[in-house]
């Protein structure tokens, strides 16, 4: 068959040399004679995966001793409850930054263990822009201050990073399920980071967890075994059996990350890409971007035909041109293209020029 | 390489079928240019391969439509919380049977969300045996009775189905993780079946719910939105995103299940390799099984030496002879034996020819 570009929110596209890999030790991982879905996890071949992840993951982004990374289950939504369970440490309140519906969602779950604060919002421009931290109104006793970095529905991406005034006292906690690894960023100005793997990572069903462990300790009488961080640093991921599969996959993906370069180089890769969809639509009067270009996604590129009843005819059109999964969230309509690191710069390119060729045929 | 046997207790071993057609599959599933891995989970392509799952599954089990199927995340850890928090309905208390670690741990977590009573313990004897239904001191108010229905470190398993005597007001729940699907059984006769999937379903990071849906709906106050079964039968496993790869291992095990002749033949063929191993250990006075042979589990063969030092040679030459992962539990010592649905028959021959062979050099 003819290559295909998925565009994919998530679970998404993976790199095909990962794939590759992963096709070829699936019955006979590093001449073990098993796959690595049959392995104990706590047998020397699957720990030796696991040691080699980390590895890979700290040289990708410097993670200092005082941070734990876990691996755990439940993705993004299973964080939505273990976050404040675990990190309100005797204070009752918390804020938000309500950015799109991932925000949103942390948000309701976050309400039922304590007080939120919603410091800012961009509901009233359904969320096609980042508040500006000048326009922040954090409180003086909250818990923590968690952001969603970026934005799959919305397609909006913090470019920055906030500085708290007291980050110590007050931790920055991070959604980057969308666009963890897509980009450098500096751990240290957050005291949680969470990242579902199915966008960036791997496959659906691990997220990935790095926490400052001075954080841990205070879960919330009730919280299940499972949902306290506690228990994971304990057992180093072990205290159940982890997805082992996932995991390894993920380790797959690492390394195909090194051989891009890393970080630096992926980022670049990634504003190239991104560029090269936006600077069409915007010069287009057939497709329209709604979000406010200084805050739109590298990851998630939203967008809508002028007239919505040639949507279907795009994705028919586009789906023959090997060009799938562009039918944007049925919350908001129109298209969505994601870029994540693993599409590439050449599947981009095929869908401006399918882009162009459409507009040209029904303009 | 020559032909090898994975004894692990779980993650464990899979149907080579399985893994081949995994693999096979791997970059292009059914002509779709994509991996599973790399498709939405609501998509038409995971939803057909789900509702398969399901059909398979209820024709492997009769499922009485007032039964609800999850497939959900965390393993049996998650469920050892999510009963208590989803089962007690108002009540304080719950009876549990103690037949070994996994119901200890059970057990363990229940007591974090109300009162447990041990209605039976196997522990003055090490568990090394199923208390009898007529030991059981069931209490008149419990939510429910809990039973672990095969212990994969004690090596025990239970051979019949308790009886209570209201069912519909106690409802029986079955931690089934280690031999779900090895043998046929009663759905109505519980109110809620969990089993994580490494041992005979697929890979870790699923596991399965079978819940009668009576008993959803009122779950304890402060239970995380994922920890609540409801959710997931409002949202068809489908609140977050499910272990989409997982989940497709899974579907291709139960069709080679189905083509093994379905439950009661694989029971027979599993009732055979136990035969083979257990006649063969206790004609032996060079190993020992300390397990009641009423009880014996047919899933798990725990096994010592007479000279424990043997141990390491015993493993060694057991692992050159392509016999691998038998080293037991850290916390029971000596030998363990895992005869999952994949296990062939040939698997237990051998073992049984190199154990007879062994014990000759060293006796």
């Given at each position: 068959m003819n290559q295909l570009y998925n565009f994919s929110a998530g679970p998404a596209v993976l790199p095909k040399k990962v794939l590759q890999q992963a096709r070829d030790e699936m019955l006979n991982w590093h001449g073990s004679g098993m796959s690595v879905m049959e392995m104990s996890h706590r047998g020397k071949a699957f720990i030796s995966i696991v040691e080699e992840l980390k590895h890979d993951l700290c040289e990708l982004i410097d993670i200092p001793s005082n941070y734990k990374i876990l691996f755990l289950q439940g993705g993004a939504s299973s964080q939505f409850a273990m976050v404040p369970m675990n990190l309100l440490r005797g204070k009752t309140n918390a804020d938000y930054i309500h950015t799109g519906q991932w925000s949103e969602k942390a948000i309701k779950e976050a309400k039922r263990y304590c007080s939120v604060n919603i410091a800012a919002s961009s509901k009233d421009a359904q969320c096609t822009y980042i508040p500006s931290q000048n326009q922040w109104q954090l409180s003086?006793?909250?818990?923590?201050?968690?952001?969603?970095?970026?934005?799959?529905?919305?397609?909006?991406?913090?470019?920055?990073?906030?500085?708290?005034a007291s980050e110590n006292e007050t931790p920055l906690v991070a959604d980057m399920s969308s666009n963890m690894l897509s980009r450098p960023f500096d751990v240290t100005k957050y005291g949680l980071i969470y990242a579902g793997a199915q966008k960036n990572l791997g496959p659906a069903g691990l997220v990935l967890v790095i926490i400052r462990e001075d954080l841990v300790g205070s879960?919330?009488?009730?919280?299940?075994?499972?949902?306290?961080?506690?228990?994971?640093?304990?057992?180093?991921?072990?205290?159940?059996?982890?997805?082992?599969?996932?995991?390894?996959?993920?380790?797959?993906?690492?390394k195909w990350l090194k051989d891009q370069g890393g970080l630096a180089a992926i980022e670049q890769t990634n504003i190239q890409k991104a560029a090269l969809l936006y600077d069409y639509i915007d010069t287009s009067t057939f497709?329209?971007?709604?979000?406010?270009?200084?805050?739109?996604?590298?990851?998630?590129?939203?967008?809508?035909?002028?007239?919505p009843a040639l949507d279907n005819a795009f994705l028919e059109q586009a789906a023959a041109n090997g060009l799938v999964q562009l039918k944007g969230h049925r919350s908001v309509g129109g298209m969505r293209a994601s870029l994540y690191n693993a599409m590439p710069v050449e599947g981009v390119i095929q869908l401006v020029e399918f882009m162009k060729e459409f507009a040209n045929t029904y303009d």
């Open positions: 003086s006793d909250a818990a923590f201050v968690h952001i969603t970095t970026n934005e799959t529905i919305g397609g909006v991406e913090f470019h920055w990073t906030p500085e708290l879960a919330l009488p009730g919280t299940p075994s499972l949902f306290d961080y506690q228990t994971h640093i304990d057992n180093d991921s072990m205290y159940n059996t982890p997805p082992t599969y996932a995991i390894y996959i993920m380790g797959l993906v690492l497709y329209h971007c709604p979000v406010a270009p200084q805050d739109r996604s590298r990851m998630n590129v939203p967008f809508t035909l002028r007239d």
